[in-house]
């Protein structure tokens, strides 16, 4: 089974500066996604970026990158200019790329990041 | 605006009652999922359905049944409502190895 552990339960950062929310995970296989979502407080869950293992290239969303070190099994993530609307909870996510037949492919979330923009 | 429409936004149960989250998606989504979020502990699957009436086990179905009649709905049942099934319950919806869509989630209270 798949593992996902989110070290930081809170992060806090200046309004504009940079932060990276760490991330690592634990999984035998060699293909699979992993994904960012933020919770702001009206609960609904956004995607905020995905990667694919099999892409050595990092993805980016315009201000959202991640840091992806398979080797390492590390997925960062990291928000240039923070603005206050990226306040929010961050939750790093796992799915596996094998389809089993037959079940639906669950995603296998951290415990999440809450993370606060001082103005 | 494709969506996931979770029927209550907040719920106040009592110990041992019989309790229905609905989940409707709109999007013609084969799999549907249950989630469980609990501060400090994130998310975590319940159950999921890959297509009308059938049903698959996540990582903590204890207490819980589900039923899927239609495409477009899913249940989770709580069959006698326990205090430590106070929680938020997510609903989601993806095409096969497509991108989930949430719900608003239902915060439930059991007294």
């Known amino acids: 089974a798949q593992t996902v552990t989110q070290s930081q339960p809170e992060m806090s950062v200046q309004e504009a500066e940079t932060v990276t929310l760490s991330c690592t995970y634990d999984t035998s296989e060699s293909d699979y996604y992993l994904f ?8 609904q869950m956004i995607l905020v970026i995905r990667q694919e293992a099999y892409k050595q290239q990092n993805a980016t969303e315009n201000r959202f ?3 992806f070190q398979k080797a390492a099994k590390s997925f960062s993530l990291k928000i240039s200019d923070s603005q206050l609307g990226d306040a929010a ?22 415990k999440g990041t809450h993370l606060i923009i001082q103005p | 605006d494709v969506k ?9 149960k009592r110990t041992g009652e019989k309790v229905f989250l609905e989940c409707v998606q709109d999007m013609d989504h084969e799999n549907m999922f249950w989630y469980r979020q609990d501060p400090g502990l994130g998310l ?9 009436k059938m049903k698959e086990k996540g ?35 993806s095409f096969l190895r497509g991108r989930y869509t949430f719900g608003s989630g239902t915060r439930l209270t059991v007294v």
């Open chain 1, 36 to 43: 960012w979502y933020k919770q702001p407080p009206s609960r």
């Open chain 1, 65 to 67: 990158s991640v840091n």
């Open chain 1, 89 to 110: 909870m961050y939750f790093c996510a796992y799915r596996s790329y094998q389809y089993s037949g037959g079940g639906a492919d669950g995603l296998t979330f951290g």
């Open chain 2, 4 to 12: 996931v429409t979770q029927s209550s936004r907040y719920l106040v």
């Open chain 2, 44 to 52: 975590r699957l319940i159950y999921f359905s890959y297509d009308v």
């Open chain 2, 59 to 93: 990582d903590i179905p204890e207490g819980y049944s589900v039923s899927r009649e239609k495409k477009e709905r899913f249940s989770l049942i709580l069959e006698s409502a326990s205090t430590n099934q106070t929680s938020m319950y997510l609903c989601a919806s």
